[in-house]
């Protein structure tokens, strides 16, 4: 069965740094698409940054571009966000998502398994 544990979130002031972690368990990475995607209260999940299985080539929203990393452990198991500049229009609900059909995607109806979300607040 496959499990996504998300960790990491927190209170961070504005221009601050966070680096999210979202441990994969009862399935290997490989061979699957990963998003991260986040949810803002009262508004629709929206997709954050994506890496393609096929090549491992990455994708991000126009918002995120420049400031967010995402990258992979094999080793661990892991995808990880790490998440510099932080504005306070970056709180939400931040979850990882695997998808097996599509080889990258940024909309959540792409994606089979998801984690049960870690929460990042951006606030002085």
């Known amino acids: 069965q496959v499990q996504l544990v998300e960790s990491g979130g927190g209170l961070v002031q504005p221009g601050g740094s966070l680096v999210l972690s979202c441990a994969a368990s009862?399935?290997?990475?490989?061979?699957?698409?990963i998003g991260w995607f986040r949810q803002a209260p009262g508004k629709e999940r929206e997709g954050v940054s994506s890496?393609?299985?096929?090549?491992?080539?990455?994708y991000y929203a126009d918002s995120v571009k420049g400031r967010f990393t995402i990258s992979r452990s094999a080793a661990k198991n892991t995808v990880y966000l790490q998440m510099n500049s932080l504005k306070p229009e970056d709180t939400a609900v931040y979850y990882c998502?695997?998808?097996?059909?599509?080889?990258?995607?940024?909309?959540?109806?792409?994606?089979?398994?998801w984690g049960q979300g870690t929460q990042v607040t951006v606030s002085s």
């Open positions: 009862g399935v290997t990475l490989d061979g699957y698409a």
């Open positions: 890496i393609s299985k096929r090549d491992g080539s990455t």
């Open positions: 998502a695997l998808a097996s059909t599509w080889e990258w995607g940024m909309l959540p109806w792409m994606y089979d398994s």
